[in-house]
């Protein structure tokens, strides 16, 4: 293991993403024999604010993290760090990860649950489970009629990784699905493809909405008060994708004023805690016709075995001198242990 004897890996999570020692059980089944012998040891944390990363924590090597790690900063010997998510942003947002270390993720790797949540969103929102639910706890027996998702459109704004899993399980409720992508090449399970320039096109013609779409200087704010009122009024839209793509304003009012039939917010503005919060005096929550959750569509039990698995496979891959998986654009770093290998 040269001069990273032994290699301290970190693992910081915040809650939701599975614990800590989920992802310690994942590094010892793959390196038991570096484990036991003390070659390999392993820290966790459960976040990664200042206080909670110690110093003796800060020879670390690898980090594996579900939320920024602060005294980064000052890990002289640190290599590279996985975020456990599709999306880089918050990392690109602090501004402080080290030139020299790379940063990879794994794109489209929420693609299973979240694609499985925006189906059961548009299922609630056809046929009104929550109102049910409500009339229950009420011990009322109103017969509620709902809509059917056959022969329905259903536009995503952004057909990457998630987007598509989206659109391959529309697919089996017989839907219409288009949506945007950088380039109109033909995608499985979608019919018409648009560049994200044309989101327009989408928006008109879709009853179900669905923003799958990263946050850039472009996305942010793009449903708006002009964008909402371009959408059916019949349309849901539905947001489990950043809540800064939406300005929430103009929100509230296309649903108090039934410019739209509805909405799920998933995600949401305020960052503390993280991922995203929404505070109980938010007016948000008082709105017709939404469905709001706590930012969970990508939370499920396969979660750590899906972003833990690539953890250990780069792991590996950095043991055997060889490049990481899934590094980020921009963040390549600069790796000395393959400049070493190809001299």
């Known amino acids: 293991m040269d001069s990273f004897d032994p290699l301290n890996i970190l693992v910081a999570l915040q809650p939701g993403l599975g614990s800590p020692v989920e992802y310690e059980e994942l590094i010892k089944e793959r390196f038991p024999e570096e484990v036991r012998t003390g070659k390999i040891k392993i820290r966790l944390i459960q976040d990664g604010s200042a206080s909670s990363t110690p110093d003796e924590y800060l020879d670390t090597h690898i980090i594996g993290a579900g939320v920024v790690v602060e005294r980064v900063p000052e890990m002289k010997n640190l290599q590279w760090v996985m975020t456990f998510s599709a999306g880089i942003d918050h990392w690109e947002k602090w501004g402080k990860l080290p030139g020299h270390v790379a940063l990879t993720n794994l794109p489209g790797g929420s693609g299973i649950p979240i694609s499985e949540f925006v189906i059961g969103l548009m299922l609630n929102l056809a046929k009104k489970y929550n109102q049910l639910w409500d009339q229950q706890k009420e011990r009322k027996f109103i017969r509620v009629r709902g809509e059917e998702l ?106 108090n004023e039934e410019w739209i039939a509805g909405a799920a917010n998933d995600t949401h503005w305020i960052k503390k805690p993280l991922p995203s919060y929404l505070p109980a005096e938010d007016e948000l929550w008082a709105c017709k016709n939404i469905l709001i959750t706590p930012h969970i569509s990508s939370w499920s039990d396969q979660y750590a075995p899906r972003f833990g698995g690539v953890f250990v496979d780069n792991i590996e891959r950095f043991l055997n001198k060889e490049p990481l998986l899934n590094v980020a654009p921009g963040f390549e770093g600069d790796p000395q242990w393959l400049k070493n290998v190809n001299a």
């Open 150 to 255: 056959y022969k329905k459109t259903v536009g995503i704004i952004g057909l990457g990784g998630i987007g598509r899993q989206i659109a391959k399980r529309a697919k089996a409720f017989d839907m219409k699905v288009i949506g945007t992508d950088i380039n109109t090449a033909d995608i499985p399970h979608v019919d018409e493809v648009y560049l994200s320039n044309e989101s327009d096109q989408v928006i008109r013609q879709s009853d179900y909405l669905i923003l799958a779409c990263p946050e850039t200087e472009e996305t942010r704010g793009m449903i708006n008060e002009r964008s909402l009122r371009l959408m059916k009024n019949t349309a849901y839209l539905i947001n489990c994708a950043r809540g800064s793509l939406i300005i929430k304003e103009d929100l509230i009012k296309a649903l």
